[in-house]
């Protein structure tokens, strides 16, 4: 089975701190995503990435940026966190073939709270 | 730009009703469909897709949707919901060519037993 792993499942940060959240799938995928899931506005696409070090903004990248060093691990980076970054974000992979066709993995997400 | 409107936002149904979860997306082109399904503390997990063919798809646990190509939309149903049916249902599109899906604001279904 397809396992994609997000490292902390609850954090608490303060605001204007930096924030790493990371990813590792074992599955050999190309494609990364991040997303972020609120109440009401469902799931947003922040950033995604087809290769090592290659990465492609999503819908808000805003306040955002990732790192993609090895193809298993795609990190996710806020480097001021703020209070409207408080979300469950979530990661999911799929290979190139699959894209278009087949089905996103995704982790069981990571739930940040900036206070 | 593709975007997905999932209209129903919370649905509480009694078990054996019925379901019925809108889903409308807005693009021109080529798309693939996709219905996601979150249950409570569990992680996101493909329900059924559309890619060609038969407009009427079927996926797991007795859920089927419908491609409408005129109408932009892509329903799910279930002719009988179970208590186990509880969760947060997702719509997605992803254009041809498009490497990320966009989902929908989901719809929370609620089944009473």
């Known amino acids: 089975d397809v396992k994609v792993t997000q490292s902390s499942r609850y954090l608490v940060k303060r605001t204007g701190e930096k924030v790493f959240l990371e990813c590792v799938q074992d599955?050999?995928?190309?494609?990364m995503f991040w997303y972020r899931q609120d109440p009401g506005l469902g799931l947003r696409l922040i950033y995604f990435s087809y290769d090592v070090k290659m990465k492609e903004k999503g819908d808000i990248p805003e306040g955002y940026s990732v790192s993609r060093e090895k193809k298993e691990r795609f990190s996710l980076i806020l480097e001021s966190a703020s209070t409207n970054q408080t979300s469950m974000y979530l990661c999911?992979?799929?290979?190139?073939?699959?894209?278009?066709?087949?089905?996103?993995?995704f982790g069981e997400g990571s739930r940040l709270t900036v206070l | 730009a593709q975007s997905v409107s999932q209209h129903n936002h919370h649905v509480i149904l009694s078990e054996a009703a019925s379901l019925e979860l809108g889903c409308n997306y807005s693009?021109?082109?080529?798309?693939?469909l996709f219905w996601y399904v979150q249950y409570p503390g569990q992680h996101l997990q493909l329900l059924l897709k559309y890619f060609s063919g038969d407009p009427l798809v079927k996926g797991i646990k007795g859920f089927e949707a419908e491609f409408i190509k005129s109408k932009f939309s892509f329903n799910l149903r279930k002719p009988s919901v179970q208590w186990s049916d509880t969760a947060e249902y997702f719509c997605?599109?992803?254009?041809?060519?498009?490497?990320?899906?966009?989902f929908g604001s989901g719809t929370r279904l609620q089944v009473q037993p």
């Open positions: 999911a992979s799929i290979t190139a073939r699959g894209q278009n066709t087949g089905e996103l993995f």
């Open positions: 997605a599109v992803n254009a041809i060519g498009r490497r990320a899906l966009t």
């Open positions: 693009y021109g082109g080529t798309v693939n």
């Open positions: 599955m050999d995928h190309e494609n």
